[in-house]
T-cell receptor, first 113, second 111 residues
Framework: KAGVTQTPRYLIKTRGQQVTLSCSPI?????VSWYQQTPGQGLQFLFE???????NKGNFPGRFSGRQFSNSRSEMNVSTLELGDSALYLC????????????FGPGTRLTVT | DQQVKQNSPSLSVQEGRISILNCDYT??????FLWYKKYPAEGPTFLIS?????DKNEDGRFTVFLNKSAKHLSLHIVPSQPGDSAVYFC??????????FGTGTRLTVIP
């Protein structure tokens, strides 16, 4: 069974631009969560989608948004990029409940210059 | 506000000895705890978990201990192997569907 895939793996953007990251969960998994990993803060929860609906949301500004499609694939969008948005963005999928048995993708490394 | 804390950013241990990684939390609503291991350029992989109704869970070389009164959990790896060198994250769930992660501890096992 294929794992969680994320595209692109690396991305360089300029401050003020917007970016869209993509995540394809493990086949059959309906829950997709997004996390931001930075050196000082560890992994921080962004949001979770289940059956095309945002089910949980972390403490991030509205510039961070996401969506999930009917095939469970998910996208995350960050608008008006700031230097502090430079991070590794991780996607994780699970069958239904996000926290348990969650499988992570390799992440997208976003650099904002 | 960091609800899950790993106060040791790094730990070095000799091969064959015990590695003890520590984690503290502040939210008494957490009811499930997990440890993840992360290699460079890979996403975290699940290692071991423990429910708040237990105080110990073992899986091979890995044992997790939970002290609810102290709001503290620890991961013991015995014996430590060079392949265990990675960043270890503890995480907690407050009954809702999102994980709160610690900042990670980089374990280096010296051959």
């Amino acid at each position: 069974k294929a794992g969680v895939t994320q595209t692109p793996r690396y991305l360089i953007k300029t401050r003020g631009q917007q970016v869209t990251l993509s995540c394809s969960p493990i086949s059959g998994h309906r829950s997709v969560s997004w996390y931001q990993q930075t050196p000082g803060q560890g992994l921080q929860f962004l949001f979770e989608y289940f059956s095309e609906t945002q089910r949980n949301k972390g403490n991030f500004p509205g510039r961070f948004s996401g969506r999930q499609f009917s095939n469970s694939r998910s996208e995350m969008n960050v608008s008006t990029l700031e230097l502090g948005d430079s991070a590794l963005y991780l996607c994780a999928s699970s069958l239904d409940r996000a926290g348990y048995e969650q499988y992570f993708g390799p992440g997208t490394r976003l650099t904002v210059t | 506000d960091q609800q899950v804390k790993q106060n040791s950013p790094s730990l070095s241990v000799q091969e064959g000895r015990i590695s003890i990684l520590n984690c503290d939390y502040t939210n008494s609503m957490f009811d499930y705890f997990l440890w993840y291991k992360k290699y460079p350029a890979e996403g975290p992989t699940f290692l071991i978990s423990i429910s708040s109704i237990k105080d110990k869970n073992e899986d091979g070389r890995f044992t997790v201990f939970l002290n609810k009164s102290a709001k503290h959990l620890s991961l013991h790896i015995v014996p430590s192997q060079p392949g265990d060198s990675a960043v270890y994250f503890c995480a907690a769930i407050p009954g809702a569907n999102n994980l709160f992660f610690g900042t990670g501890t980089r374990l280096t096992v010296i051959p």
